[in-house]
Antibody, heavy 124, light 112 residues
Framework: QVQLVQSGAEVKKPGASVKVSCKAS????????MHWVRQAPGQGLEWMGW????????NYAQKFQGRVTMTRDTSISAAYMELSRLRSDDTAVYYC?????????????????WGQGTLVTVSS | QSVLTQPPSVSGAPGQRVTLSCTGS?????????IHWYQQLPGTAPKLLIY???NRPSGVPDRFSGSKSGTSASLAITGLQAEDEADYYC????????????FGGGTKLTVL
């Protein structure tokens, strides 16, 4: 069965960086795009961007350009999302989510499997 | 401010039918990009409910149905049950923001 297992909760100070991991199993990791979505406490979902695990190509939401980096390690079927220059309003649960579209084509921008979420708290 | 607009809350009694709306613009829903819906129970990750405007993933009851017209989309839930109480999000693609995924702000469904 498909599973996305994320790394544990993090507490960071403003200005620091955080790197969240998402380990995939139950399917061929390089076959599907992986997206990152965040949710601030009590708020809605916010799309951050995607990575193509096959090509390592990325597309980031304009809001996060210059601050976010998405990478992958195909040897261990893991995707990573690093966010730098953290602010208090970056406090959120960060999810990885698998696109249903094949990595050999375009992403379809809807997600059939989600990680369990990683809470990142930014506080001085 | 979300690119897709959803009412903050909707309520209905058990057994009733409710409709959740999602309004976009000419750069997303109106540009014929598909709408997808997710259900999020408290403390859990979102779950795909409807994809490609009208399609249900395996395991989703046929009480849930989606539709789309012009720059708007709707999620209908019939035979409302207590377990349907959750947050519901619509999602699409927007071509005006260098190409990006966009979500609605979410609707909290309360079963009375």
């Amino acid at each position: 069965q498909v599973q996305l297992v994320q790394s544990g909760a993090e507490v960071k100070k403003p200005g620091a960086s955080v790197k969240v991991s998402c380990k995939a199993s139950g399917y061929t990791f390089t076959d599907y795009y992986m997206h990152w979505v965040r949710q601030a406490p009590g708020q809605g979902l916010e799309w951050m961007g995607w990575i193509n695990p096959y090509s390592a190509g990325t597309n980031y939401a304009q809001k996060f350009q210059g601050r976010v980096t998405m990478t992958r390690d195909t040897s261990i079927s893991a995707a990573y999302m690093e966010l730098s220059r953290l602010r208090s309003d970056d406090t959120a649960v960060y999810y990885c989510a698998r696109d249903t579209g094949s990595s050999s084509g375009a992403p379809l921008y809807y997600f059939d499997y989600w990680g369990q979420g990683t809470l990142v708290t930014v506080s001085s | 401010q979300s690119v897709l607009t959803q009412p903050p809350s909707v309520s209905g009694a058990p057994g009733q039918r409710v409709t959740l709306s999602c309004t976009g613009s000419s750069s997303n829903i109106g540009a014929r990009y598909d709408i997808h819906w997710y259900q999020q129970l408290p403390g859990t990750a979102p779950k795909l409910l409807i994809y490609g405007n009208i399609n249900r993933p395996s395991g989703v009851p046929d009480r849930f149905s989606g539709s789309k017209s012009g720059t708007s989309a709707s999620l209908a839930i019939t035979g409302l049950q207590a377990e349907d109480e959750a947050d519901y999000y619509c999602q699409s693609y927007d071509s005006s923001l260098s190409g990006s995924g966009v979500f609605g702000g979410g609707t909290k469904l309360t079963v009375l």
